[in-house]
């Protein structure tokens, strides 16, 4: 079974700056899918961006970029530029055989 | 957001209640998803369906039971709610064209018994 560990339960960033998330995983399989899902306050989950695990260039998306490490079993999310609307729950996710194993999450919160 | 859709947003009910929980979406996905989130916790997959007629158990056992019969709708079923079951509920769905299987979710069911 695969196991999914974001270790930060709560982070804070001031608007403008960078922050960067940490999730490692556990799991033998060889080919996968990664996630970083995005939970706001009270709105529905979205996907902020996804790696596969047998391309070995980090996926970006605009000011969200991936550092993969699979050897390391290591994915970890950047947010560059932080905006108030980044403040959300946080979801590492780990995709074999399309059913998703989540991490616990973490809280982000963007101050002023 | 996706075209995927709850039903109630909200439900507080009393113990030894039957409810049906709603789910469906508009884009033609094969596979749907129930899901099932503590407060500030992760999600945990209680049941799938990769089509019609096709049902299956996820990782965390529930009492509740499901049925496709449609490909857009996908209920969720508690025969007799228990103080146990207060949750938040999450439904999602996915194409298997999709090289990523991304999965698309609802807004969740916020339920509570009492």
């Known amino acids: 079974a695969q196991t999914v560990t974001q270790s930060q339960p709560e982070m804070s960033v001031q608007e403008a700056e960078t922050v960067t998330l940490s999730c490692t995983y556990d799991t033998s399989e060889n080919n996968y899918y990664l996630f970083w899902y995005k939970q706001p306050p009270s709105r529905q989950m979205i996907l902020v961006i996804r790696q596969e695990a047998y391309k070995q260039q980090n996926a970006t998306e605009n000011r969200f970029s991936v550092n993969f490490q699979k050897a390391a079993k290591s994915f970890s999310l950047k947010i560059s530029d932080s905006q108030l609307g980044d403040t959300a729950m946080y979801f590492c996710a780990f995709m074999k055989a399309s059913k998703l194993t989540f991490g616990t999450g973490t809280r982000l919160q963007v101050t002023l | 957001e996706a075209d995927i859709y709850q039903t109630p947003r909200y439900l507080v009910i009393g113990t030894g209640k039957k409810i049906t929980l709603e789910c469906s979406q508009t884009?033609?996905?094969?596979?749907m998803y129930w899901y099932q989130q503590d407060p500030g916790m992760e999600l945990h997959l209680i049941h799938y369906?990769?089509?019609?007629?096709?049902?299956e158990k996820g990782d965390l056992s529930s009492e509740s039971t499901v049925s496709r019969i449609r490909t857009e709708h996908f209920p969720l079923t508690l025969e007799s709610a228990r103080p146990s079951h207060t949750s938040q509920y999450l439904c999602?769905?996915?194409?298997?064209?999709?090289?990523?299987?991304?999965?698309?979710f609802g807004p969740g069911t916020r339920l509570t018994v009492l």
């Open positions: 369906s990769y089509g019609v007629n096709s049902t």
């Open positions: 884009m033609g996905h094969d596979k």
């Open positions: 999602a769905s996915s194409y298997r064209g999709s090289s990523y299987n991304e999965q698309f």
